[in-house]
């Protein structure tokens, strides 16, 4: 399964104030697994940054000035997004902004069903906490030395991990029936896998195991469960 986990950092609040985006940040997750592969762009919003956004992003006027516009890399974004959901961190605020860029191109929206907040999931798993992104990496022992100041692409590595934990870890299924091992195998590269290519050898004696296969006749018979296979 392919999930993109997502931020942005904006020139403001409101796309309908005139607000818009300075930077886009994704990371690929496969199977709650991230994968290493990004998407990142910093973007010139053709109007000016305030003051006290930049106090949050650190993103200046004049460091933006020669970077594309949102409709230079509209389609580069959506073909690394593809039809994936979207994990995001208060999805509401992210799918806004790139929804209004998307209409001023006259393209469709992305569909509000893509999205995948962890703000919510935190809400039924962790009642009564707070939910900002700092309090959680926090509430997770996830590491915030690095982040000074917001920034897209860092902020959706950090939801990664953040999600990871509130969905129980990367970790998705245990299988150790014969027909599994052929594909755990394969994926060992992913993690640890321990299959041993010869039998242990056994610790008991002639006598115990005389004696032990003489006490489940007597007391099992043929019912014992291990005899069916």
Not at 5 to 20: C, I, K, N, Q, S
Not at 54 to 59: D, N
Not at 193 to 207: D, F, I, P, Q, T
Request: aromatic share 6%; glycine share 6%; hydrophobic share 40%.
């Amino acid at each position: 399964m392919r999930e993109i986990v997502f931020d942005t950092e904006t020139t403001g609040l409101d796309p309908a104030a005139g607000h818009r985006i300075v930077e886009l940040g994704c990371v690929e997750l496969e199977d709650h697994c991230p994968t290493g592969k990004a998407y990142h762009a910093y973007l010139n919003p053709e109007r000016d940054v305030p003051p006290e956004t930049t106090k949050v992003h650190g993103l200046t006027n004049d460091f933006l000035a020669d970077k594309p516009r949102f409709a230079e890399v509209c389609d580069e974004f959506l073909s690394f997004i593809g039809d994936a959901p979207l994990v995001i961190h208060n999805a509401a605020f992210d799918m806004r902004f790139v929804n209004a860029e998307l209409a001023k191109l006259g393209r469709p929206p992305l569909d509000a069903a893509r999205a995948i907040d962890t703000i919510e999931i935190a809400k039924v798993k962790l009642p009564g906490a707070r939910y900002s992104l700092d309090e959680l990496c926090k509430r997770f022992a996830i590491d915030l030395s690095v982040r000074e100041k917001h920034g897209a692409l860092l902020d959706a590595e950090l939801t990664a991990k953040v999600y990871l934990e509130l969905i129980g870890g990367r970790q998705q299924r245990l299988s150790l029936a014969p027909a599994d091992r052929e594909e755990i195998t394969a994926d060992a590269a992913t993690g640890p896998v321990c299959l041993r290519s010869h039998k242990l050898s056994s610790r008991l004696s002639a006598e115990e195991k005389a004696a032990h296969d003489s006490f489940v006749a007597k007391q099992l018979g043929d019912d014992a469960i291990w005899k069916r296979y």
